[in-house]
């Protein structure tokens, strides 16, 4: 059998990439799709989840790369003819599929890959080159972008995926060719080919096609943006107005460092830098969970084995600002979910008049507040939770 293809049958490399990429495809579609149903509630389960991920993610980044070897192999090779281009309609189907195929072979796994170099979290590719690609920022907008262009893309290279396999069995079964014998191995007779029309009009169909899939993935990812939503925190009187401020936190999970940041939260604020040491105000913070960003295990933080922010839509921080020598400290109750617990959280303070910098670092037990409750191996996901809170504040004027 010949390497190379011609005008009327194809070479071994052509259909080693062909039966190759039909290998990964089919493995990748229905792996991701079971890893999605996956629980991870446990221990097992999380890592479960996890691996089977990573291994979808892994193998769709090598499907991308067989992909653009394939393309590339192909553009310099003759392309045989169809046996039935003298049937206009079946022609132009054939062709459509054909362009859709290649479309999907780079759209689906290169927008899964992007979204995951966009995503702080868990299931890492198994490569040793690192999460990130050059130009692509970690950005949760960017994140759900490319999610959803991959999840339509997988639903255009299903249907191709069909169409192309009902077409081979109709040459086989119905027309009796062998257009799906001259993709295997030996070289099948071939009877003469019909006159061949070469016409742009399948690609373009399939350039108006993947315009579509793409746009309906960017209506789907403004959709997801705005499901996104936080509770509707009441407005607080306080003595301090917040200009600025992030509450950060960050999780450990596989032995991954995954950032994320809680996007509204109220704080009233009582303080008089003028009192001696003890009680010098007092602060009640109030976070929206539903608010809270944390890569691509945002989902699961939501879920009600860790935040559970369905049913507890708010943490509440209350405390008394005390005065001691060598600074400042919050001692008080934090209430997340339903448990409420003591805490002191020494912070640093600068002052310039009426403007005031605060910067607290704490690190929390996670089991403290039953978030987790199921994981208990820090393999999977640490115990500690560090958060980082930053604001700046203005002085109500009288």
Same mark, same amino acid.
């Given at each position: 059998?010949?390497?190379?293809?011609?005008?009327?049958?194809?070479?071994?490399?052509? /259909?080693?990439?062909?039966?190759?990429?039909?290998?990964?495809?089919?493995?990748?579609?229905?792996?991701?799709?079971?890893?999605?149903?996956?629980?991870?509630?446990?221990?097992?389960?999380?890592?479960?989840?996890?691996?089977?991920?990573?291994?979808?993610?892994?193998?769709?980044?090598?499907?991308?790369?067989?992909?653009? $070897?394939?393309?590339?192999?192909?553009?310099?090779?003759?392309?045989?003819?169809?046996?039935?281009?003298?049937?206009?309609?079946?022609?132009?189907?054939? #062709?459509?599929?054909?362009?859709?195929?290649?479309?999907? @072979?780079? =759209?689906?796994?290169?927008?899964?890959? =992007?979204?995951?170099?966009? !995503?702080?979290?868990?299931?890492?590719?198994?490569?040793?080159?690192? *999460?990130?690609?050059?130009?692509?920022?970690?950005?949760?907008?960017?994140?759900?972008?490319?999610?959803? =262009?991959?999840?339509?893309?997988?639903?255009? $290279?299903? !249907?191709? @995926?069909?169409?192309?396999?009902?077409?081979?069995?109709?040459?086989? $079964? %119905?027309?009796?060719?062998? &257009? $799906?014998?001259?993709?295997?191995?030996?070289?099948?007779?071939?009877?003469?080919?019909? !006159?061949?029309?070469?016409? /742009?009009?399948?690609?373009?169909?399939?350039?108006?096609?993947?315009?579509?899939?793409? #746009?309906?993935?960017?209506?789907?990812?403004?959709?997801?943006?705005?499901?996104?939503?936080?509770?509707?925190?009441?407005?607080?009187?306080?003595?301090?107005?917040?200009?600025?401020? &992030? +509450?950060?936190?960050?999780?450990?999970?596989?032995?991954?460092?995954?950032?994320?940041?809680?996007?509204?939260?109220?704080?009233?604020?009582?303080?008089?830098?003028?009192?001696? %040491?003890?009680?010098?105000?007092?602060?009640?913070? &109030?976070?929206? +969970?539903?608010?809270?960003?944390?890569?691509?295990?945002? *989902?699961?933080?939501?879920?009600?084995?860790?935040?559970?922010?369905?049913?507890?839509?708010?943490?509440?921080?209350? !405390?008394?600002? *005390?005065?001691?020598?060598?600074?400042?400290?919050?001692?008080?109750?934090?209430?997340? /979910?339903?448990? =409420?617990?003591?805490?002191?959280?020494?912070?640093?303070?600068?002052?310039? #008049?009426?403007?005031?910098?605060?910067?607290?670092?704490?690190?929390?037990?996670?089991?403290?507040?039953?978030?987790?409750?199921?994981?208990?191996?820090?393999?999977? @996901?640490?115990?500690?939770?560090?958060?980082?809170?930053?604001?700046?504040?203005?002085?109500?004027?009288?």
């Amino acid at each position: 059998m010949a390497l190379t293809n011609t005008d009327v049958r194809y070479g071994g490399v052509t /259909k080693t990439f062909h039966w190759l990429t039909a290998l990964l495809i089919l493995s990748l579609i229905p792996m991701g799709w079971y890893a999605n149903q996956l629980p991870y509630e446990t221990d097992a389960q999380l890592a479960q989840k996890a691996w089977l991920f990573s291994l979808h993610k892994t193998l769709g980044v090598a499907a991308f790369f067989v992909a653009v $070897l394939r393309i590339l192999w192909a553009i310099s090779q003759p392309k045989p003819g169809l046996l039935n281009a003298d049937h206009r309609t079946e022609s132009f189907v054939a #062709g459509l599929v054909h362009w859709l195929l290649y479309g999907a @072979l780079v =759209i689906v796994p290169l927008s899964g890959w =992007i979204s995951h170099a966009a !995503a702080a979290g868990f299931a890492p590719i198994w490569w040793p080159f690192g *999460q990130s690609l050059p130009l692509v920022p970690k950005s949760v907008s960017v994140e759900h972008f490319f999610s959803s =262009i991959h999840w339509v893309a997988t639903k255009v $290279l299903v !249907a191709s @995926l069909l169409l192309h396999i009902a077409g081979a069995f109709k040459h086989h $079964l %119905i027309d009796g060719d062998a &257009t $799906l014998r001259r993709m295997l191995p030996g070289e099948p007779v071939v009877g003469p080919l019909p !006159a061949q029309r070469h016409s /742009k009009t399948p690609f373009v169909a399939a350039l108006a096609v993947w315009f579509v899939a793409v #746009g309906l993935g960017a209506v789907l990812a403004s959709g997801e943006k705005e499901a996104v939503t936080t509770v509707d925190l009441a407005e607080v009187a306080s003595d301090w107005t917040v200009e600025e401020g &992030t +509450i950060e936190i960050t999780v450990v999970q596989f032995g991954n460092t995954v950032t994320g940041s809680f996007a509204d939260w109220t704080a009233a604020i009582t303080f008089d830098e003028t009192a001696p %040491i003890g009680a010098a105000g007092t602060v009640t913070t &109030t976070v929206a +969970i539903p608010s809270l960003t944390l890569g691509s295990v945002t *989902q699961q933080a939501m879920g009600a084995d860790f935040f559970d922010a369905n049913t507890y839509a708010t943490a509440v921080f209350d !405390a008394v600002i *005390q005065r001691a020598a060598d600074g400042y400290e919050a001692q008080g109750t934090l209430q997340i /979910k339903d448990q =409420i617990v003591p805490l002191t959280m020494p912070f640093g303070l600068a002052l310039d #008049g009426d403007r005031a910098e605060m910067r607290a670092d704490l690190t929390l037990d996670r089991r403290d507040f039953g978030i987790g409750a199921n994981v208990n191996d820090e393999a999977s @996901l640490a115990f500690a939770v560090t958060v980082d809170i930053r604001l700046t504040a203005n002085r109500a004027t009288q």
